[in-house]
């Protein structure tokens, strides 16, 4: 794994700039994409190509990582909503080459097609990806087998405080999502994360220092053939 060190502006600005070149290069790109207060700045500056004629991502493919269960997508809290606003809403995309798991309705049956739709639409060629301050890559918390595929999984108590921040109170974040898997995730032919501030150290530092288990869903990425970690100073604070 490479890693990058650099302030929120710098590291997104670098990531933004792999999925303007990306696309550039590709233009029916398959894009994996994620929520979270992390990538904003990401999505921010793809943005911002689009409108000043440097990208068009009007044949690009896109894949959510995960959806809370019990949103539809037009909560404002539910990941659909969140890529329409901070994204797709403000891009070229048609929004029918937009994926995100289902959070209500038949978001099972969905789920279990998730996958195979990935590999029908050729398999993730650049996929970002946030990460928990217990470890965890989308919604696969501490615990989860590394050859899981898109799945239903139960959200861990940290995850639910940390998440607790973007609603009106704690009891109304969901308990459930469904999420792609580590070996989903794992598929993708390049991988980008990025962490920022304090509350990330640990999560970074066992992601990069420590071994490779279960109960840190982010170290199977020590496997992954491409991945880089962009951090800044303080996400990266106990590997220095
Ligand atoms: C949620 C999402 C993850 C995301 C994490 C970190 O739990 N399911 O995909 O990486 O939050 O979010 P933030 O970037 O807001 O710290």
């Given at each position: 794994m490479k890693v990058i060190v650099?302030?929120?502006?710098?590291?997104?600005?670098?990531?933004?700039?792999?999925?303007?070149?990306?696309?550039?290069?590709?233009?029916?790109?398959?894009?994996?994409?994620?929520?979270?207060?992390?990538?904003?700045?990401?999505?921010?500056?793809?943005?911002?190509a689009y409108k000043n004629g440097k990208v068009s991502y009007k044949d690009v493919v896109t894949f959510n990582l995960d959806e809370y269960i019990g949103l539809e997508g037009t909560h404002n809290q539910s990941y659909r909503y969140f890529m329409n606003d901070n994204l797709f809403d403000h891009i070229d995309i048609d929004k029918n080459n937009t994926h995100v798991l289902l959070g209500v309705g038949d978001y099972l049956a969905y789920a279990n097609q998730y996958d195979e739709l990935i590999k029908q639409a050729g398999g993730i060629d650049l996929q970002i990806l946030g990460i928990g301050s217990d470890g965890h890559i989308a919604f696969n918390e501490p615990g989860t087998p590394f050859d899981s595929l898109t799945h239903v999984a139960e959200l861990a108590e940290s995850t639910i405080k940390d998440n607790s921040r973007l609603f009106n109170d704690i009891s109304e974040v969901p308990t459930k999502a469904v999420t792609m898997g580590l070996k989903s995730i794992m598929n993708a032919k390049r991988i980008v994360l990025i962490a920022t501030g304090k509350n990330k150290a640990q999560a970074i530092y066992n992601l990069l220092k420590g071994k490779m288990t279960e109960e840190v869903p982010c170290s199977i990425l020590q496997k992954h053939p491409d991945c880089t970690i962009y951090v800044d100073e303080e996400a990266y604070s106990l590997v220095k």
């Open positions: 650099g302030n929120n502006e710098q590291i997104s600005k670098l990531i933004a700039e792999e999925f303007i070149k990306q696309v550039n290069e590709k233009p029916n790109s398959v894009l994996g994409l994620a929520t979270g207060t992390s990538p904003l700045k990401v999505y921010a500056n793809m943005i911002k």
